[in-house]
């Protein structure tokens, strides 16, 4: 479609939808209901702006602000209402002339259930809500949409099959509130009196349920606007379906019992004496029309198998010469095949005999060549080049099978790299958040008057040991200096800490070499098995990572108050940090560690301060310290192989 004849306020609106954010999307579209009522109704005017208006994906983006919540939009329910009363009134009397089918079989059902889940959303909030207000404007925002609902309904009466077999469209009738309930059942009459005949073509498992509900209604509800619009929905049933008044009849053998109770001083008497009246007349020909259907099929059945008895005896004698031919030929076929299968075995076996005898002649004239009195070296060498193939491919096939063998060996090992990895992510994540709990939490019993006390002693050390100025130039000197030397310092400090890291793992392999060597059996013992222990280097892994799996699970499983001396152990540790923390940390735990260096002691008059100034040193600058102290709490808590160092774990390289 040209530019020029599209609806210049159509373009618009099309062009900020595309251009506005997406809270601003509905408000844009309430624009529509405007130029829809410029027109006149049934006029070529408005067709052409509703086919402009699908032509621009507008009715596309009103399906898709429908299914939002509607507490979450610009303007609320009212906003929603009236795309819904947009949506139906722009599909109704459209005639697309592109896309028809894609209109047709997805457009309208997909508005459809947008229309029927709208209802169940407004439904539910109509039902929570408190105030009579809430509960006024939630009404009629439900009746709204299923007016929109019944418009389209109207307009494309396809649409009837696909509403009736809807799961929301039977959740809106389940329903125990009287007033929504009324609208549904208006709307299933209105559906029933423009075309009932749907209603017999829609899901036996849909149509037997809008059955139970109506008849439940009746049953149930003492509300006499429910009970008169289901026994008006029976009777319009009843009366233009025949087949609906056998299915009442015999599925609901109390229904004859319900509308006698019902008759009794009701307004209603004259629809349910009609639909008494209905019911009681078709069991007296019911048996009748069982019967005589029951002779029909028979004698149908019957002349059906003769004639197709009587059709294939003509054909009986030809299908049976096929059958037998192509068995013969099958056999014949696998004799030749049979005939070929030996002529190539006897083809073969003569030509290794005929290799075997050429090669025989070989030797023999090969024999006559060599000297006598070297004959026995040559008979030698080729016992040798035998002997030397036949080790070769029994060598071959040794591997073969230990390699087969030795799978389990390489499942277990990759099963516990998996276990090592696992359980040192989760022994990372442990020391995180005991260091973020355990955070230190400053001196017992320093007052507020002593602090400033400490305090002051530090501003007059301070000011007795101010530093001179200096330059702009001077300083720019050196912090370049400083900055060449931090460089120099952390390029030396990463390769010293990957050569600590080696001594690590080395002096870690060597502990676990040494402890499977005094577990070692004497020689006379060993078996094949036991040198492997010492070859492989998967061997101390698994065995060091199933000893801290085994001892994680105990303590896992150990009761209550065997872990209190744990976090006794973790309370000493943390009062340790506060006092002489050189040897707690040079102390060996597990594994290890490099020697950390001490902070130089501040030189000032009273002790007291001299600690403060440590502890503030120990919180700006004493990183270092802390995270070595935690490591080392972390490794004596849980021992591992310096092994699983080897294989750069998480844990070892999350640590300098």
């Known amino acids: ?27 844009i579209l309430l624009k529509l209901k ?16 509703k086919q402009d208006i699908y032509c621009y994906n507008l009715i596309q983006y009103c399906l898709l602000v429908l299914r939002k919540d509607g507490a979450k939009i610009q303007g609320g329910w009212v906003t929603i209402s009236q795309l819904a009363q947009i949506l139906s009134q722009c599909c109704v009397g459209l005639e697309p002339k592109e896309e028809a089918e894609e209109f047709y079989n997805k457009l309208l059902p997909s508005a459809a259930d947008n229309f029927l889940t709208l209802g169940r959303r407004l439904q539910k909030c109509y039902i929570s809500a408190v105030k009579d207000e809430e509960k006024d404007e939630f009404l009629w925002h439900f009746q709204s949409v299923i007016d929109s609902l019944c418009w389209l309904l109207g307009g494309h009466i396809q649409l009837t099959k ?9 959740h809106l009738l389940q329903t125990d509130d009287i007033k929504t309930g009324s609208s549904i059942m208006t709307v299933l009459q209105n559906i029933l009196q423009v075309k009932s005949g749907d209603f017999l073509m829609i899901k036996e498992k849909a149509f037997h349920s809008i059955l139970d509900e109506l008849i439940f209604k009746l049953s149930s509800s003492t509300c006499l606007v429910i009970g008169s619009a289901a026994i008006k929905l029976l009777l319009l049933l009843a009366s233009s379906h025949p087949e609906i008044i056998m299915l009442l009849n015999s599925r609901y053998t109390g229904l004859k019992s319900i509308l006698n109770k019902q008759c009794s001083g009701k307004e209603i008497d004259q629809e349910v004496k009609q639909l008494f009246s209905l019911l009681h007349s078709e069991v007296c020909h019911e048996d009748q029309k069982f019967y005589q259907a029951a002779c029909k099929i028979q004698a149908a059945w019957k002349g059906f198998q003769t004639r197709k008895r009587m059709k294939k ?52 004239n090969l024999l006559e060549i060599v000297h006598p009195g070297q004959m026995g070296k040559y008979i030698q060498e080729m016992e040798e080049k035998s002997a030397l193939v036949i080790q070769k491919y029994w060598r071959g096939y040794r591997e073969r099978k230990n390699f087969c063998q030795q799978k389990q060996s390489l499942q277990e090992y990759k099963a516990a790299v998996i276990l090592q990895r696992a ?16 955070s230190w939490q400053g001196l017992p019993g320093l007052t507020d008057a002593r602090r400033m006390e400490l305090k002051q002693h530090v501003d ?17 000197e050196l912090h370049t200096e400083a900055q060449e030397r931090l460089g120099h310092y952390f390029l030396g400090r990463a390769l010293e800490e990957r050569a600590q890291q080696r001594r690590e793992a080395l002096q870690a392999q060597i502990s676990t070499n040494i402890e499977q060597l005094m577990s070692a059996p004497n020689l006379r013992e060993t078996t094949g098995q036991e040198p492997e222990l010492f070859i492989s280097r998967s061997r101390p892994v698994a065995t060091r990572a199933k000893q801290a799996h085994l001892a994680t699970l105990m303590e896992r499983q150990a009761p209550w108050w065997k872990k209190l001396e744990d976090e006794f152990t973790d309370l000493k540790l943390r009062t340790l940090a506060f006092g002489d923390r050189s040897q707690l940390l040079c102390e060996p735990v597990g594994l290890n560690l490099p020697t950390w260096k001490t ?16 502890d503030c040193v120990f919180d700006r600058g004493g990183k270092e310290d802390a995270m070595c102290l935690a490591f080392g709490s972390l490794c004596s808590t849980y021992p591992f192989s310096a092994s699983a160092h080897l294989h750069k774990s998480p844990l070892s390289s999350s640590f300098p």
Request: hydrophobic fraction near 35%.
């Open 1 to 27: 479609m040209e530019s020029t004849t599209v609806d210049p306020r159509i373009l618009s609106i099309a062009a900020e939808v595309t251009e506005s954010p997406e809270q601003n999307v509905p408000v």
């Open 162 to 170: 696909y509403v009736l077999q809807s799961d929301h469209f039977l």
């Open 34 to 49: 405007e130029i829809i009522n410029s027109a006149p109704l049934g006029s070529s005017e408005l067709k052409k702006i």
């Open 423 to 438: 359980a040192l992510t989760f022994l990372r994540k442990c020391h995180k958040r005991k260091k973020m709990s355990n």
């Open 460 to 476: 007059n050390y301070i000011k007795r040991h101010s530093a001179s100025e200096m330059s702009h130039v001077a300083s720019r």
């Open 313 to 364: 005896l003509p054909y009986a004698v030809t299908t049976l010469q096929r059958n037998f031919r192509n068995k013969r030929e099958k056999q014949l076929l696998k004799l030749k095949k049979q005939k070929e299968e030996k002529d190539l075995k006897l083809q073969l076996q003569l030509q290794r005999q005929r290799a075997m005898r050429i090669s025989r002649e070989c030797r023999l």
């Open 599 to 614: 902070k130089p002691q501040a030189t000032v008059e009273n002790p007291e301060s001299l600690q403060a100034v440590n």
